[in-house]
């Protein structure tokens, strides 16, 4: 979506900043544009409002597909906006193969926090980003911040691959784990134990599943026991919560703002950020660099004849790796 001829990058970031909702939307999707203008808009927009970011709570939140990420993430939210909170949602889809675009909708999952007026939502696709977080999710989370959102939730696809990336875009790191389903040793498995600043035991509701999910909840504390070190600033809970029945869920909020508090008295949380932001800077190279590979006219004809030559067996992957290489000058 091109930014319309009257409305100026300046009335952009002043309708931003006094928080409409209507230039967040449209200065996110500038910021998602492939176009190499809105790609430069969009990063001179970012850098005029970066003194207006920072100040939110950003928390990832992941699990495996059926947990309830989305009802419990609907359930807090309200719970949030309730006591005063203006919460952002950054719901990261799966990409469909075929077009790009997002398979899941969120958004329509979310029922309470899509009318509510003091949250938003915007579902986007993963486009295949290592750990299911979209190329553009960084951007928006800085948009939100500077139109005024305090809470930002940053939902991850959690289908198995390295939760890494969520981790390195986030303050807090949440797992919400299914109670009796072997995943105890399936999160071991996928180190997320290792990420994790707190696990939730999901659809701890009435009779047999309190009593599963707190047979669950028990033996993510013995394996987090191990894996902490002694010497470690905070100590990741395991708490069980029912986001269907909005069960424990301002407990578990309180976690989050306990570890905020304790680490920023330290300053983790501004250490953590500075080195989130260097590996800003390195992912935003490795973007320009597959700009360059997929720009040009001249260098998409060529890599398409390395790639027919690779597969074709006239050249080995690595001679194919140094054409393509030498072709955009490293």
């Excluded at 997320?192 to 696990?199: P, Q, T, V, W």
């Excluded at 269907?244 to 508090?261: G, I, P, S």
């Amino acid at each position: 979506m091109a930014v319309p001829p009257a409305l100026d990058l300046d009335t952009l970031r002043e309708r931003l900043l006094a928080g409409n909702r209507a230039a967040l939307a449209r200065a996110i999707t500038l910021a998602e544009s492939k176009r190499a203008d809105h790609r430069t808009a969009a990063r001179d927009l970012i850098d005029a409002v970066l003194p207006q970011t920072g100040g939110a709570i950003r928390v990832g939140i992941t699990g495996v597909p059926g947990v309830g990420k989305s009802t419990t993430i609907d359930a807090l939210g309200a719970n949030l906006t309730e006591a005063g909170h203006k919460v952002a949602v950054l719901a990261v889809d799966p990409s469909s193969s075929r077009t790009g675009g997002s398979i899941l909708g969120d958004k329509t999952r979310m029922a309470r926090l899509a009318v509510d007026p003091n949250a938003f939502i915007r579902p986007s696709p993963s486009s295949g980003t290592l750990g299911g977080v979209a190329a553009k999710t960084r951007e928006t989370m800085l948009l939100c911040e500077a139109a005024g959102f305090d809470v930002i939730l940053v939902e991850t696809v959690g289908v198995g691959q390295s939760e890494t990336a969520v981790a390195d875009l986030t303050d807090f790191f949440l797992v919400l784990m299914l109670p009796g389903a072997g995943d105890e040793l399936q999160g071991i498995k996928k180190g997320i134990l290792e990420l994790a600043d707190m696990i939730a035991v999901n659809k701890a509701d009435e009779g047999e599943g309190e009593r599963r999910a707190n047979a669950a909840a028990s033996e993510y504390r013995a394996a987090l026991h191990i894996l902490t070190p002694p010497s470690a600033t905070w100590t990741p809970p395991v708490v069980t919560i029912s986001g269907l029945n909005n069960k424990r869920l301002d407990a578990m909020w309180q976690k989050v703002v306990d570890h905020r508090e304790k680490l920023t008295a330290t300053g983790e949380i501004a250490k953590r950020r500075r080195a989130q932001d260097v590996k800003w800077m390195w992912a935003l190279v490795h973007e320009r660099l597959h700009q360059r590979l997929v720009g040009s006219p001249e260098v998409r004809k060529a890599t398409a004849e390395a790639e027919a030559a690779v597969a074709g067996g006239a050249h080995s992957p690595a001679a194919g790796a140094e054409t393509i290489a030498t072709l955009i000058g490293l």
